[in-house]
């Protein structure tokens, strides 16, 4: 039973059109072939598709540059073709289409050698043709191996990266290596006008910070034109060869490629080369904007999953002032406990991640408040033994009352145990040293600071100065606190007074801060 087979152009002068028989195509220079492609690259006499009882076929001719089925280059023999096949004649690329087939399945591209990678993308938006124009030209690059570890890192870095901060220094490094750039930019559109706003900076071989890491023209008609541009001399542009921008960075080639997604343009790279390195060409293009194409999505995610964040964290601050407006001795509390946890966090050198679950932490640390009664949270007297016992639950209160919500899986510690001692005489569990959960000992030192600092009904010690406070983190180091942690509190000691000073600014805090 014979079947029709379709040649669909996808790359170059071809792209769009469409070759069709039921029997035999031939491919090459020649003009009495069935398809002619007037292509140096390609043979004149090239390549050979026929049909066989078993389904189509091809073979190469002894072409010069050879004939590739998924990026692998054809021997001696034939090879069987399957729907949605790339076959490519030199530089000319079709994908095969069998009408009368049953449906495949998507099948991934094939690599030979480390030569070339082939794969089909229909060019339905500008965004896609990236991926087209780099990955289907087999002579255009001589790094043809980083380039796939550039694509593979970045999306690699999609998924295991959480912070927007380090993804973005991820791409962008992976960008300026791979193409060998001085220096690179990210640069991302923020707020109703959508300015552009630099996010991140990157220095390649040779590469340095000047006073301009970009060149603002260049990224605002990349970004308002919606197109990624290559300005391989930057001495033939009349608008940026004067530009101070582009004198100061020493920059004699710059790429520009458009970060964006089928919703929205999100900004751009910005990759320079200077004047002793040679100049970017089409090729390099190419791959810059393939990698866009590729992280763009990734980057909004990271943009959407930020924006959440802050709207939660918002919230938990809301949840936690109208928590205070019970006890108004305490006002602000959570607030300065936040603040100084995470300083302590900064300075030994926390991830993101984990000082993120210290601001959302700290305002929800005293939650478990929510169900201690108001004659024992607002008592003005010193609390008897069994109110005090009352008012320790509040961290296993605070434990069950997130339990529910699987998102605060990660906070959970930080509720119940801020409590604890080092020496193991703390509450609610007894549990000693490194057992200790780390970010609840990190809120257990500021924790303890501004109560020592601040009027609390139920303590009847004096209010302390912050220098007294500071002798006690110091006395209390290796019996109530981690050494560790109370060595980096008084570390940053300056910026916890500025905190004070600010929290007693604000006319609502009762912070003991001598002026």
Known sequence: MQSVIRLKG???EVKGKQWESANVLRAGRLGTLEIVLDD?????????LRQADSGWWVRDLESTNGTYVNGVRLGPGERQLHPRDIVQFGKVAMMVELPDAPPAEPRPAALANGEQIIVEAEASSSWQEGFERLLLDRNHSPRPGNELMALLRAGHHLVSIESEEELLASILNDAVNVLDAQRGAIVLAEGPNNELKLKSLAN??????????????LAKRCFHQGQS???????DDEELSGAVSIADGA??????????TPRKPLGVIHLDRSYWQKAFTEDDLHLADALAAHVSAGIECAQLLRRQ?????QTISALASAIETRDPYTGGHTARVTAYSVLVGEELGLSVKELDQLRTGGPLHDIGKIGIDDAILRKPDKLTEEEFEIMKSHTTLGDDILKAIPEMKEIRPIVRSHHERWDGNGYPDGTAGEEIPLLARVVAVADSFDAMTTKRPY????VKTPEEAFAEVQRCAGSQFDPRCARAFVTVREKVIE??????????????VEE
Do not use: P, Q
């Open 251 to 260: 920059m004699a080639s710059v790429l520009c490629v458009l970060l964006r």
């Open 309 to 313: 964040r802050e709207l939660f964290v």
């Open 204 to 217: 390649g071989r040779g590469g340095n910070s000047s006073r301009f890491n970009f060149s603002k023209a």
């Open 10 to 12: 996808i790359s170059g």
């Open 459 to 462: 303590n009847t010690n004096a």
């Open 229 to 235: 541009i290559l300005c391989s001399s930057v001495e």
């Open 499 to 512: 905190a004070m000073r600010m929290s007693k600014a604000t006319g609502t805090f009762y912070v003991n």
């Open 40 to 48: 140096s690259s390609v043979s004149r006499r090239h390549a050979e």
